[in-house]
């Protein structure tokens, strides 16, 4: 069976500096994809990066990066010079082919200034 | 207007009744999924279908009834409300089951059953 496993209830960093974020994943299939959305206060959830399990490459997107690494099964989400607007739950997730988009239980990011 | 809307986004029912959450998607995805959010959970995975007439449970189905007759609807019914029930729902809908496109949410719907 698929699972998400996100270790850290909260993280606190400072404008301008990195961050890393925790996901392990747990599957038996050679095919799947790696997710990881943001949920603000207004309780929307929003796509950031995506990664397949054949890429070869880390995903970036813009400040985020995924640390991608197939045989420890974990899945990073790296956020470079982090901002008061990246303060948030983070959510990494995991779908098989042809199955259901899992979540993991999610990590709260606080920004200061 | 294209996208995913959820309806109503607040409902308040009682206990023992039977709610209906709406979801409508206008993009002709395959996937849809309902999910129900709780403090110290995170999303946990209600029921999915990956196309019309073919819905499957997730982690937490007992409770819940879904039907799928058209590819852009996807309702979920709570048959008979409970408290525990009380959560945020989100549907969701994919182009694939494949992986390589991400899911897009609706704005999610706040149930409270007293």
């Known amino acids: 069976a698929q699972k998400i496993t996100q270790t850290q209830p909260g993280m606190f960093v400072q404008e301008k500096e990195a961050v890393t974020l925790d996901c392990t994943y747990d599957?038996?299939?050679?095919?799947?994809?790696l997710f990881w959305y943001k949920q603000p206060s207004s309780g929307e959830m929003i796509f950031l990066i995506y990664q397949g399990s054949y890429d070869q490459q880390n995903a970036t997107e813009g400040r985020y990066s995924l640390n991608f690494q197939k045989a420890r099964k974990s899945a990073n989400l790296v956020i470079s010079a982090s901002q008061l607007g990246d303060s948030a739950m983070y959510f990494c997730a995991m779908q098989q082919a042809g199955t259901a988009l899992i979540f993991g239980k999610g990590t709260t990011l606080s920004v200061s200034s | 207007d294209a996208g995913i809307t959820q309806s109503p986004r607040y409902k308040i029912t009682e206990t023992g009744r039977q709610v209906t959450l709406m979801c409508h998607q206008t993009w002709s995805h395959s996937y849809m999924f309902w999910y129900r959010q709780d403090l110290g959970h995170g999303l946990r995975l209600i029921y999915y279908s990956a196309a019309a007439d073919i819905t499957d449970k997730g982690e937490v189905p007992d409770g819940y009834v879904v039907s799928r007759s058209k590819t852009e609807n996807f309702p979920l019914t709570l048959e008979s409300a409970t408290r525990s029930q009380t959560s945020v729902y989100f549907c969701?809908?994919?182009?694939?089951?494949?992986?390589?496109?991400?899911?897009?949410f609706g704005q999610g719907t706040r149930l409270t059953v007293v």
């Open positions: 599957t038996s299939d050679p095919s799947y994809g």
């Open positions: 969701a809908s994919s182009v694939t089951g494949q992986g390589g496109t991400e899911a897009f």
